[in-house]
């Protein structure tokens, strides 16, 4: 017999929890009202694909909180084990160019698997008692943007959790969408026309700085890259 789990959507708040850590009890979503918010899981304590995925957030950490952003992991093992683990990462582990890194974001001790349920981390085809790799993207409202499944064996890319972080930011401050394989700097897409009057103009009289492919399709320039004079 399998407990029923039903991951929260993209749109909807996302569960809210109270948890030990290894820096301290966190309430969520009170502790991280106003910032953007990862929240990863990993399988567990003392695996390889963990630690190189562990080093890399936490040497990317200062860049994420540039982007008002907070790193919050969890696995189903207990704060004891975190921390002996972290520390191993700090003393012994070097790679490639990350050593002596110290994982300073909280790291969630869940061994009554609660969080995991409520955020549909355990998934029983895949393991019964280990957290699939699951990424989920909060707004500074606590409300799920963006998930993301990887399976055991399989490492995340952080550069792409990074670049789609930026993206949403850049969408809702300036209303656009972005294109396939976007980039900070690259055009990005003018919502579409919303009658056959706007769709008319547009290709008869685009507007300054956009490049009109057709009426559903507009593009125009980042509008964080600065201008030449």
Not at 2 to 10: F, G, K
Not at 18 to 33: H, K, L, N, V, W
Not at 130 to 144: E, H, L
Not at 172 to 187: F, L, R, V
């Amino acid at each position: 017999m399998t407990t029923e789990t039903r991951m929260p959507l993209i749109g909807e708040p996302a569960p809210g929890f109270s948890a030990e850590t290894t820096q301290g009890p966190i309430e969520f979503p009170g502790d991280y009202e106003g910032h953007w918010v990862i929240f990863f899981s990993h399988p567990a304590d003392f695996t390889p694909v963990c630690t190189t995925e562990f080093m890399t957030f936490a040497s990317m950490q200062p860049e994420f909180e540039s982007l008002n952003c907070k790193l919050l992991g969890l696995s189903i093992d207990s704060t004891y084990s975190h921390i002996a683990w972290l520390r191993t990462i700090k003393e012994k582990i070097e790679y490639k160019d990350m050593k002596d890194v110290e994982v300073t974001f909280p790291v969630i001790s869940d061994l009554t698997m609660d969080v995991s349920r409520a955020f549909g981390m355990l998934q029983p085809a895949a393991s019964t008692t280990q957290a699939v790799r699951a990424v989920f993207i909060m707004d500074p409202n606590a409300i799920v943007r963006a998930i993301l499944y990887y399976p055991l064996s399989n490492g995340r890319n952080m550069q792409e959790i990074k670049r789609l972080l930026v993206a949403m930011q850049l969408s809702d401050k300036e209303n656009i969408a972005t294109p396939a394989n976007w980039t900070p700097g690259d055009k990005v897409i003018v919502p579409p026309a919303g009658s056959c009057g706007t769709a008319k103009e547009r290709v008869e009289q685009p507007a300054e700085g956009t490049q009109v492919l057709d009426w559903f399709m507009v593009l125009k320039d980042d509008p964080t890259t600065p201008t030449e004079n």
